[in-house]
């Protein structure tokens, strides 16, 4: 295991955003529960040769993501999108989406386009910015505006579509 | 910021994001503030985003996954190979290990290329024999189409070939065909085509002696398994005759 590291304090940090970022790109529990599991396994085995000790997080987002990247990609291909191309085909959408609840919300974001999901996730699950999910994702900035935008206004669109479920 | 612009930047806005080092947007938050109407629309827009967070902040992981992570790392030996390697980070070295070979594939294969151009291109008697059968076989086109051999020699007089050449008499027999201005390394080609007996065309090349560095002792005869050549200096030039035709009778024609 890494030196120098609270494993268990490290796990406490970030499990759960780690979770829910991996619940969001497969809203599978078991899938979930694996990627997270496997992210802090391979910190624990190779960790130890992160020299910035503050990129722990990123690094284990990063991780993560290339984990659910590689169960994926014999799948499906992900486009890549440039902002400026993007801008022109966003359509502008108004509803009220308050009474959207978290069921509702990962149905939508699963319509979203695959190679949107994982920046809008990390945009709404951890208030990351633009620069810090362009080093997560290993994309250019303005590859991640551009499937933010567009993802948003996706998820949007299918929220609208698809009305929220009531508590009865 | 136009309006239009504004929106776009407004889209990509969040409540908590700064606006102090991002001019655009302090621009575009100005703009919403005195225009109601996209003034309303970020409002709305703002509440879906907060209410994004709320609700994916809102999954939890299952009770005993903290527990079932540990649990799987209190054995991991560092020093140990990974069973499950970062896909990434072996995709990274094997692309690179990839793109390293490819390089020195590519290096190699730059280098002989270079190697053989430099060859090929060297001023030699061999190589302009190599081009000049090459070009009969290949890409032969004459310039002029004519049985008149002063008609030929006229246009290579007027395009800077050597024109002045004398025929042995064997060729003198044989009728014109035409002829053309070729160049091999910088250098003007005369090229004058005869017809044979069997329907073949036998081709033949005038240079300057001087544009040939490396001339050998005796010219001999050639053979390929299509074409035949034969040729010799006079007069300081060098002649290079071609045809498709046995080496035998090829040497003929020659002085």
């Known amino acids: 295991m890494a030196p120098d590291v609270d494993f268990e304090k490290l796990v406490e940090l970030h499990y759960k955003s780690l979770y829910r970022f991996a619940f969001s790109l497969t809203r599978s529990e078991s899938e979930a529960s694996d990627l997270t599991q496997q992210s802090f396994y391979i910190f624990a085995k190779s960790g130890g040769q992160l ?12 991780t993560l993501h290339r984990e659910y990247l590689a169960r994926r990609r014999r799948i499906v291909r992900f486009p890549e999108t440039d ?8 359509p502008v959408v108004e509803a009220n989406f308050s009474t959207a609840d978290a069921p509702a919300v990962l149905n939508a974001l699963a319509k979203v386009d695959a190679s949107f999901q994982a920046a809008v996730s990390l945009f709404y699950i951890e208030d990351y910015s633009y620069p810090e999910i362009a080093e997560i994702l290993d994309i250019p900035l303005g590859t991640v505006k551009s499937r933010i935008a567009r993802g948003v206004e996706q998820l949007k669109r299918l929220l609208v579509e698809t009305p929220a479920r009531r508590p009865a | 910021v136009t309006r239009a612009q504004a929106e776009e930047i407004l889209l990509l806005h969040r409540r908590d994001s700064g606006a102090a080092d991002n001019p655009e947007l302090a621009e575009a938050l100005r703009l919403a503030a005195a225009d109601p109407e996209l003034g309303q629309s970020l409002e709305k827009h703002l509440e879906f985003q907060a209410s994004m967070v709320k609700q994916l902040r809102a999954i939890e992981p299952p009770s005993d996954l903290k527990a079932r992570i540990l649990a799987s790392v209190t054995s991991v030996d560092p020093a140990a190979p990974t069973p499950a390697p970062m896909e990434g980070g072996w995709r990274f ?12 594939i590519l290096l190699i294969v730059a280098g002989d290329f270079w190697l053989a151009r430099n060859r090929e291109d060297a001023p030699t008697f061999d190589n302009f024999r190599s081009r000049m059968s090459s070009f009969a076989v290949r890409t032969y086109q004459m310039d002029v189409v004519t049985n008149n051999q002063a008609a030929v020699r006229q246009y290579l ?21 035409g002829g053309g201005r070729l160049s091999w390394q910088n250098q003007p080609v005369a090229m004058m085509c005869f017809a044979l007996t069997n329907n073949q065309t036998a081709f033949m090349f005038v240079v300057d002696q001087n544009a040939i560095q490396q001339q050998p002792a005796k010219m001999e005869m050639a053979s390929t398994r299509s074409f035949s050549s034969v040729a010799w200096k006079k007069d300081g030039k060098i002649y290079l005759l071609a045809a498709d035709e046995r080496p035998e009778a090829l040497a003929n024609l020659a002085p």
Request: glycine share 2%.
């Open chain 1, 51 to 62: 020299r910035d000790k503050t990129k722990v997080k990123s690094w284990l987002f990063t």
């Open chain 1, 83 to 90: 902002f400026a191309e993007a801008q022109a085909e966003l």
């Open chain 2, 93 to 104: 070295k094997r692309r690179h290990l990839l793109a390293v070979a490819a390089s020195i």
């Open chain 2, 157 to 177: 007089a007027s395009h800077g070939a050597p024109a002045d050449f004398k025929l042995t008499p064997a060729l003198e027999k044989l009728p014109v065909k």
